[in-house]
């Protein structure tokens, strides 16, 4: 801890404490007073206190009134404490970071050739970020690159394949809440995996940031289940200021799959199926004593044999062995998800357990409906609204009476009446089959239709055949160079699936959007929860699709596609062994 | 047997098992067995059964690696419930299976020219003739075409897993990996850091690791670059990286067997060929057996041919081959087989007096780690 949590919540902090009645009724059962912190989103604006924005003090209600109070008496208080202190910074773009450095790089490296800044490497720690980076980057290039000699002149224009670490890097194929993720291949056992990236810088500025990533290393590297993301690997290089870990490859999440349906619902088998396996996933969890605490369809991902994988357990809890129930009392998570126990602010502690179960039950709310069964823009009435209104059942779709059952059990404000994982593996319809054309049936047409090519394909060819640099002619006349892709795809869309039938959306889904939307037509509005998209992304037409890359024929594809044409590559090869003879190129064979 | 004969005997299910600790060099098939235990220590383990005949079986254990120990245990664990599942002439049964100390220990039929992989490096350096090809390749489909009938894919047909004994019988071995096809979409998924060894032999689409999965068709074409191996007498793709091998085997590059006719066309495209062994310069194999191996190694899964199609096919169909018995590849492999000390396999095995020593040496207690 870096002192932080104090100097840095306290200018973007608000503390909010419920009403009075709720803290006098309980105020007996509570070891201390009646206060709860919150530590809020600092994202987030509050559109009803929006004048007090600035206000760095802190603020309570107490008997109406606004009252200020020195927060060291309250940081003693042993009442639940909430941080919701995950937001990601959208505006970063590593591409042109990159770019930029490395021009600063050539430049750095030509002055130094002429001999005028040599005494700029003597640097004192407080000297300018520039050469800071020209450091690092000069580091960057003999560490990563052995293939690579560093040459001036086409710093700008050519891009070489990188390899880091014994992986080849891909395209990014998601984000997370610490930075990106993406795809690589191990050089040696070729296989595929996904690189979560997190930056020193990021890490930093997010509340219990380096706590997080290692409490997640420490619990991940204990796990092992079919329905658990398994860790490979992590490294660290301090010269770049990253921390990477290295997970078993996945196609995207759940979220990202919903994104895509017009009607961003899932059809009930396919959300039986998901549910059962985040259910069985959710019970190895618990039996190994672990509280996930943020259950929600961005959390869950999709392997290449759709098998459903939880992950990020940034903000999942390791429960003592000495301990009988799931009890605990740090509250985190995204706050739909969120059950009332931890947001009502009138418990000392909650079910870890149960609380993941309320979270896996509105995930499957949000699965079958593709609605939140609390939802609100603002997350003081969100958290009012999730402890005391009664669960409304989505109207869009027609749940059968079991579902129904399960979803009111599920969302039971009371977390000693709620299911438990194992009794809702009991319910009649978790035991329940659905037809072949909406459950499994729509799966397998996913996994039929379904085409995830890897996306080093191009740095592959880059590094064994050469690849040229693109010349084209722009409006001038003039020739342009650009610069070749590394990468093929990237995350999912709606080429992934091609041919695959979508759901389409009812006036039903519409209708319910628009309703949702009538609280909210101030412009201030913010999503209260991270990672959660605030529209549909619009499905775009088969037509309009840049790099189409047709499953099983990925060879054919790419000799269209790519600039350097297959003769040229065979002959390069020819000379390299005598054991060339042996291989004859395809084209021959057929 | 006198005392100091054998070092101690276990009766496990009716037979005894004696062992010691021969040392002999792993690889060289003259030797009577090896085994490795789960603690990486080779000892020379000869089995001997007092009451049932064969008398000598081979046994063997998982080989040495780099991976965790456990590991290693559950997959020994795996191939044994595997092997349990099959019964067919040309597949290696398990005959017992325990464990003893901290070993796991296989008996399995005494194989005794070794696996085919033993036989192209230590006699045949430039490839096996066509004749002992044929012999060998419809046996294996045979095993094959059980395995597939039965929806595994065996993930793990390469020279080293074949094995020949003096008769010309071929049995396929090395079931560690074998998987079962799922059962809605009669294709398999699973792809990892375990299959390491064999990275070299796997189809593309295995490799690939997309969403198509892969099917039985996998194995046929680990069965292309296994024949492809035994022919030319060099690993295809040995000379490249891994992620090289990758790049040329998903733009369908593929080996091809090694004769006149092919080094003509290699000739034709610019390639000196007068480095080439006048062995691979002089030889010429029927088009019929050109076209075989292309088929196995074709790009697209579906093309292949399934395992009961090739061994109808116009090479293993022909008349010179149709009748083939294993004795008939015995004969075409043209070993000297005085190299092989069968008389070994005839009789009691004679052990050298050992120290007392050598017993602790052989199975060292030190703890696992």
């Given at each position: 801890m870096e002192g932080p949590s104090s100097?840095?919540?306290?200018?973007?902090?608000?503390?909010?404490?419920?009403?009075?009645?709720?803290?006098?009724?309980?105020?007996?059962?509570?070891?201390?007073?009646?206060?709860?912190?919150?530590?809020?989103?600092?994202?987030?604006?509050?559109?009803?206190?929006?004048?007090?924005?600035?206000?760095?003090?802190?603020?309570?209600?107490?008997?109406?009134?606004?009252i200020r109070e020195p927060r060291r008496s309250r940081e003693n208080d042993a009442g639940v404490k909430m941080s919701i202190g995950h937001y990601d910074d959208l505006e970063e773009d590593e591409e042109e970071d990159e770019e930029e450095q490395r021009r600063r790089?050539?430049?750095?490296?030509?002055?130094?050739?002429?001999?005028?800044?040599?005494?700029?490497f003597d640097l004192e720690p407080e000297d300018s970020d520039a050469m800071r980076q020209l450091v690092n980057t000069a580091m960057m290039f003999n560490t990563d690159n052995q293939f690579q000699r560093i040459d001036f002149e086409p710093v700008g224009k050519r891009k070489t394949p990188k390899i880091i670490e014994g992986y080849l890097w891909g395209a990014q194929i998601g984000t997370g809440s610490y930075g990106k993720v993406k795809e690589v291949i191990d050089t040696f056992t070729l296989t595929r995996r996904a690189a979560k990236i997190m930056k020193y810088d990021k890490l930093r500025k997010i509340t219990n940031g380096w706590e997080n990533i290692r409490s997640e290393m420490a619990i991940l590297r204990r796990l092992n289940h079919k329905n658990v993301i398994k860790l490979v690997e992590v490294f660290n290089i301090p010269t770049?200021?990253?921390?990477y870990m290295i997970f078993e490859y996945c196609i995207g999440s759940v979220q990202q799959l919903l994104d895509?349906?017009?009607?961003?619902?899932?059809?009930?088998g396919e959300s039986h199926a998901?549910?059962?396996?985040?259910?069985?996933?959710?019970?190895?969890?618990?039996?190994?004593?672990?509280?996930?605490?943020?259950?929600?369809?961005?959390?869950?991902?999709?392997?290449i044999d759709f098998t459903i994988k939880i992950c990020d357990f940034g903000v999942a809890e390791q429960i003592s062995i000495f301990q009988n129930d799931g009890t605990c009392t740090k509250v985190n998570g995204t706050p739909k998800f969120q059950p009332p126990e931890c947001v009502h602010g009138n418990h000392s502690f909650f079910d870890g357990y149960k609380a993941d179960m309320w979270s896996a039950g509105v995930t499957l709310y949000n699965l079958v409906s593709g609605k939140y069964p609390f939802e609100k823009p603002v997350l003081l009435k969100l958290y009012e609204c999730i402890g005391t209104e009664p669960l409304v059942m989505p109207t869009n779709v027609l749940l059968s009476n079991e579902l129904q059952d399960l979803l009111r059990q599920l969302l039971e404000k009371d977390f000693t009446r709620r299911l438990g994982c194992q009794e809702t593996m009991l319910h009649p319809w978790f035991m329940s089959s659905f037809p072949e054309d909406q459950g499994l049936g729509r799966i397998m047409e996913r996994m039929r239709t379904g085409d995830r090519p890897l996306t080093m394909i191009p740095s592959m060819m880059a590094l064994y055949d050469g690849l040229e640099n693109e010349v084209e002619i722009d409006e001038d006349g003039k020739e342009v160079v650009l610069l070749p892709r590394l990468t093929i795809g990237g995350e999912l869309d709606h080429d992934t699936f091609r041919g695959f039938k979508y759901l389409e959306a009812t006036p039903a889904d519409q209708l319910l959007d628009g309703a949702a939307d009538d609280d909210a037509l101030n412009p201030m509005r913010r999503p209260s929860s991270r990672s959660m998209p605030t529209s549909a992304p619009v499905p775009q037409p088969i037509d309009a699709v840049t790099t189409p890359v047709a499953p099983s024929s990925a060879s054919a594809e790419f000799a269209d596609a790519s600039p350097s044409p297959q003769p040229?590559?065979?002959?390069?090869?020819?000379?390299?062994?005598?054991?060339?003879?042996?291989?004859?190129?395809?084209?021959?064979s057929v | 047997m006198s005392k100091d004969r054998h070092l101690f005997a276990i009766p496990a299910n009716f037979f005894i098992y004696c062992v010691f600790n021969r040392v002999v060099k792993q690889g060289n098939p003259t030797h009577l067995s090896w085994i490795c235990d789960v603690a990486r220590q080779r000892v020379t383990l000869c089995v001997s059964n007092r009451r049932v005949s064969p008398r000598f079986w081979r046994t063997t254990c998982s080989n040495e690696s780099l991976r965790h120990e456990s590991i290693i245990f559950e997959e020994t664990q795996r191939e044994a419930t595997n092997l349990r599942l099959m019964n067919h002439p040309n597949i290696l049964e398990l005959n017992d299976c325990f464990v003893l100390e901290n070993s796991v220990y296989q008996i399995t039929p005494a194989m005794n020219l070794g696996s085919l992989f033993d036989i192209v490096l230590n006699y045949k350096k430039f490839g096996i003739n066509e004749k002992a090809t044929a012999g060998i390749t419809k046996q294996v489909l045979d095993a094959?075409?059980?395995?597939?009938?039965?929806?595994?894919?065996?993930?793990?047909?390469?020279?080293?897993?074949?094995?020949?004994?003096?008769n010309g019988n071929v049995k396929l071995s090395g079931f560690r990996f074998m998987i079962e096809l799922n059962a809605h979409l009669d294709c398999v998924y699973e792809f990892d850091a375990h299959l390491q060894n064999q990275i070299y032999y796997l189809a593309p689409e295995v490799l690939a690791q997309n969403m198509h999965g892969y099917t039985v068709k996998s194995d046929i074409y680990m069965l292309g670059i296994t024949i492809c191996e035994a022919i030319n007498g060099v690993m295809p793709f040995a000379e490249l990286d891994p992620l090289e091998m990758l790049h040329r085997k998903l733009n369908g590059q593929v080996p091809r067997p090694v004769d006149m006719t092919s080094l003509k066309d290699d000739e034709a495209l610019g390639i000196d060929i007068s480095q080439r062994p006048r062995e691979h310069l002089t030889r010429q194999f029927s088009q019929e057996m050109h076209d075989f191996i292309a088929n196995c190694l074709l790009y697209e899964p579906m093309h292949r041919n399934s395992a009961a199609d090739l061994k109808e096919s116009t090479w293993l169909g022909?008349?010179?081959?149709?009748?083939?018995?294993?004795?008939?590849?015995s004969e075409a492999l043209e070993l000297d087989y005085t190299h092989f000390d069968l008389s070994l396999w005839e009789q009691e095995p004679v052990i050298p007096p050992q120290p007392e020593q050598r017993y602790e040496i052989a199975f060292d207690y030190s703890p696992l780690s």
């Open positions: 100097a840095a919540a306290a200018a973007n902090t608000k503390f909010i404490v419920p009403d009075a009645d709720f803290s006098s009724q309980i105020s007996d059962g509570r070891r201390n007073s009646g206060r709860v912190t919150l530590n809020v989103d600092p994202d987030f604006v509050d559109v009803d206190q929006g004048g007090s924005e600035d206000d760095s003090d802190d603020e309570c209600f107490e008997d109406g009134q606004l790089f050539a430049e750095g490296i030509r002055n130094i050739h002429q001999n005028k800044q040599q005494e700029s770049k200021g990253k921390v895509l349906e017009p009607a961003r619902r899932l059809s009930i998901i549910f059962a396996e985040l259910c069985h996933g959710l019970n190895y969890l618990h039996s190994k004593r672990i509280s996930h605490k943020d259950i929600k369809p961005g959390n869950l991902l999709v392997a040229k590559k065979s002959r390069q090869r020819k000379k390299r062994s005598i054991f060339a003879c042996i291989f004859r190129s395809r084209t021959d | 094959l075409a059980y395995l597939h009938q039965r929806r595994y894919i065996h993930r793990d047909v390469k020279p080293k897993h074949i094995l020949i004994d003096s022909s008349k010179a081959y149709r009748d083939l018995r294993p004795t008939d590849v």
